[in-house]
């Protein structure tokens, strides 16, 4: 019969097996939660604390406002869900459904370091980015089945600001594939370990990346699709409680996923890890790695959120404007750059 050890050692080799902890823990879904938690908390803080709103600043201050987010939370979990009667329901009840889990499936194709990922593919950037690509369109459903013109008209947005960042998106992307000679997500980091991180390789590349990666999660100044000092919330404005929920969630997730992408592309993924503590396989093989691409990335969403304290938002024309006419420019410009750099033999 199995003692207490041996099931403790059982769940534990369960727990941290790369099919399971990736989806479940890291970069999974149980990180997916916290960081949702800590981000909106912080861009609430710091946007009060920049604007002078009082809730999140004042809101039991000894806990730093939190209540307010927990209090938020608490509405969206409890609050009943409303169907209007000329909606189709079905594509209306599970548009946020979809909408959720496409923003957090790419998130299996992170991995997590150099021996430890759920999924390993050749194309796992263009895989990742691939399944980002369905968020719109799913958007544009929602509108359409909400039968509301303001919702359609804010599906409609989505589509027009759709067009202006996802090719520029693949193509800035697709230049550091052509610098790093793949499109294996492992194989891009380990190249950076052998030398200079990609940001400095090719700078033009990852600011057009970060730029498009704020454009499609409605960072500001994009947020153009919904605006909270409009009446209407876009192609979302029908929606309540939890589906509103995942509708708002399903945007900060996508931003995470790009996070991640942007710090394995450009700042060297889980690189450096200390050769001093590779004393302990599961420290340096998991958990180590880990909190360093996560640290990254929560960098760069903090300066995403940051960008709402300071920045009015851009009317769609303007958004539309830039995203044609100079960040696709700059885009193909990235290419050549990479082009460059691999003609003058600056990565082998």
Known sequence: MMNLMDLLKWILDLLFSPWLFVPLIFPGLITVFAILLFII????????KVQLRYGPLYVLKQL???????????????????????????????????LFAASFIPCVIIPVSS????????????????????????????GWASNNKFSLIGGLREGYLTMAYEIPLFISALSMAALYGTMDLIEMVETQS?????????????????????????????????????????????????????????????????CLLFSIMFLGGWQPVPSLLSW?????????????????????????????????????????????????????????????????????
């Open 194 to 258: 052998e030398g200079t991180w990609g940001i400095i390789l090719n700078p033009l590349a990852a600011l057009t990346f970060l730029i498009l990666a704020f454009m499609s999660t409605s960072r500001f100044p994009f947020e153009i699709v919904e605006a909270e000092s409009e009446i209407v919330m876009g192609p979302f404005t029908e929606y309540s409680g939890i589906l509103y929920g995942l509708t708002m969630g399903a945007s900060y997730v996508k931003f995470y996923v790009l």
């Open 64 to 98: 730093g406002g939190a209540i307010q987010l927990v209090a938020d939370l608490i509405r969206y979990l409890f609050a009943e869900p409303i169907v209007p009667e000329q909606t189709d329901k079905l594509a209306f009840v599970l548009g946020p459904i979809f």
């Open 280 to 348: 302990s396989p599961l420290f340096s093989r998991i958990i180590l790695p880990g909190v360093i691409l996560l640290l990254k990335s929560l960098v760069i969403m903090i300066f995403g959120v940051f960008l709402r304290s300071v920045y009015p938002r851009y009317r769609i024309d303007q958004a539309l404007k830039i995203g044609w006419h100079m960040i696709l420019p700059l885009s193909i410009g990235s290419v050549f750059l990479s082009l460059g750099l691999i003609l003058l033999g600056v990565v082998p």
């Open 115 to 142: 021996s430890f990922y759920a999924i390993r593919s050749d194309i796992g950037l263009l895989i990742s980015l691939g399944l980002l690509t369905f968020s719109p369109a799913i958007i544009l459903i929602i």
């Open 41 to 48: 908390w912080f861009e609430r803080k710091l946007a009060a």
